[in-house]
């Protein structure tokens, strides 16, 4: 190899090199010591081009230095090696967080099910929980009876006051304001006379092309009742 690729000896007192470092570039010089700059804190950058960068602080200094001494405050793990020891929560709370959580299913579900099946929601017009409701009242009826407002609502169930249905956009819009004007890149979809239109086309071509099937099967029919019998005759004759 030529010296221009040889690797340069480290000197005395080298220190491994936190930052880019060519050792077989013979223009690269760096200290044996290092610069200062490798082993400090690096600082929080600037927020803009005319903020100054922040000098670190004491929380950031110390967990820079414990990640430089690969430290944890985890024990090594005695059945895996090269593993630490998982911490796990210890719940000193266990009988009060049990309790709230009981209690709060139990409420939750209290309210569901006192709105669902006991409530008289819309003032016993028709609605979501109607079934729920009747349900209800089937039941009660069974066991102890109903009255007369639960009567009704079990087997006269009045309608919703609101009901949503169906209604054509030329009911309400005006033709003028619906539609707008045809031109060379700006067309109208098919309204409903033109698909009646076109399938009322579609069905006299569909007729005529039967018609003319019909009239031409017609036609053989009659041009071989009128052949001569002479001519099968012959046929037979040159066959045999």
Do not use: C
């Not at 000193?92 to 709105?115: C, D, E, K, M, P």
């Not at 349900?135 to 009826?141: A, N, P, V």
């Not at 071509?205 to 009128?226: G, S, T, V």
């Amino acid at each position: 190899m030529s010296d221009d690729f040889e690797r340069r000896p480290n000197p005395k007192g080298w220190v491994p090199p936190k930052a880019p470092y060519n050792p077989y570039d013979p223009t690269d010089f760096r200290p044996a010591e290092g610069y200062p700059s490798e082993f400090k804190v690096p600082s929080e950058a600037p927020l803009g081009f005319s903020s100054l960068p922040k000098n670190p602080t004491q929380y950031k200094k110390i967990n820079e230095t414990m990640k430089r001494l690969n430290y944890t405050p985890r024990p090594m793990s005695s059945l895996y090696p090269g593993q630490y020891m998982v911490l796990r929560k210890v719940d000193t709370n266990q009988r009060l967080n049990t309790g709230t959580r009981w209690f709060g299913t139990f409420l939750t579900g209290s309210i569901l099910v006192y709105f669902s099946f006991f409530y008289r929601w819309n003032d016993g017009r028709e609605n979501v929980m109607s079934g729920f409701y009747r349900t209800r009242l089937q039941l009660k009826e069974r066991f102890f009876g109903l009255n007369n407002q639960e009567f009704e609502d079990l087997y006269h169930p009045r309608d919703a006051t609101s009901t949503v249905r169906n209604v054509r956009d030329t009911d309400y819009i005006p033709e003028e304001v619906r539609r707008t004007k045809e031109g060379e890149f700006a067309l109208n979809r098919p309204s409903e006379r033109h698909v009646l239109e076109a399938k009322r086309l579609q069905q006299e071509q569909e007729e005529r092309l039967l018609r003319e099937y019909d009239m031409h099967r017609q036609f053989a029919k009659e041009l071989i009742a009128d052949a001569p019998a002479s001519d099968t005759k012959k046929k037979k004759f040159w066959f045999f």
